[in-house]
T-cell receptor, first 109, second 112 residues
Framework: GQQLNQSPQSMFIQEGEDVSMNCTSSSIFNTWLWYKQDPGEGPVLLIALYKAGELTSNGRLTAQFGITRKDSFLNISASIPSDVGIYFCAAPQGGKLIFGQGTELSVKP | GAGVSQSPSNKVTEKGKDVELRCDPISGHTALYWYRQSLGQGLEFLIY????????KSGLPSDRFSAERTGGSVSTLTIQRTQQEDSAVYLCASSSPAGAQYFGPGTRLTVL
């Protein structure tokens, strides 16, 4: 089936640093979504992107929908300890979502 | 309720037993989805209900897995004759048509 390739797989950063992660695909998508999952919880939607080239912010989070429609990135600025968790990109395919493998973020105070 | 709810939150069962997992979607959401997440992995699609249409069962891993959605609302995922490889977190999500999916907290299933 279709795959979303997400990188990096994990990141260990210092509080206050900026973070960047991305997703790529061999297929074109019309929507890109970014979710965060805390331990023992379901994924929570952070940002939804619906238009190629779109740049959208949600507080310290910024995401972009690549112009080719085959990629997206998520930036987190000035990281804080509560940013810890697993971040997933996702895209709709035939009604369901397909997910990247996730980026596990660890933040050292 | 305000969000998607799932029950039970944890389920421990013996190999070979049947289990039922429940999902209550957000009120008014016509679409409901089941996903499975194995330890340290991304989410794997299982089944998708949209309104009165026939469900998309293309992600169900075997005929031991089935799901129902009664009255266009609550859904039950049933796993028969559970195996150890069925151990995972089972996540339910719901959405409005063409809207983003909102997830429940999941049911952690452990098959001994």
């Amino acid at each position: 089936g279709q795959q979303l390739n997400q990188s990096p797989q994990s990141m260990f950063i210092q509080e206050g640093e900026d973070v960047s992660m991305n997703c790529t695909s061999s297929s074109i998508f019309n929507t890109w979504l970014w979710y965060k999952q805390d331990p023992g919880e379901g994924p929570v939607l952070l940002i939804a992107l619906y238009k190629a080239g779109e740049l959208t912010s949600n507080g310290r989070l910024t995401a972009q929908f690549g112009i080719t429609r085959k990629d997206s990135f998520l930036n987190i600025s000035a990281s804080i300890p509560s940013d810890v968790g697993i971040y997933f990109c996702a895209a709709p395919q035939g009604g369901k979502l397909i997910f990247g493998q996730g980026t596990e973020l660890s933040v050292k105070p | 309720g305000a969000g998607v709810s799932q029950s039970p939150s944890n389920k421990v069962t013996e190999k070979g037993k049947d289990v039922e997992l429940r999902c209550d979607p957000i009120s008014g959401h016509t679409a409901l989805y089941w996903y499975r997440q194995s330890l340290g992995q991304g989410l794997e699609f299982l089944i998708y209900f949209q309104g009165n249409s026939a469900p998309d069962k293309s992600g169900l891993p075997s005929d031991r897995f089935s799901a129902e959605r009664t009255g266009g609302s609550v859904s039950t995922l049933t796993i028969q004759r559970t195996q150890q490889e069925d151990s995972a977190v089972y996540l339910c999500a719901s959405s409005s048509p063409a809207g983003a999916q909102y997830f429940g907290p999941g049911t952690r299933l452990t098959v001994l």
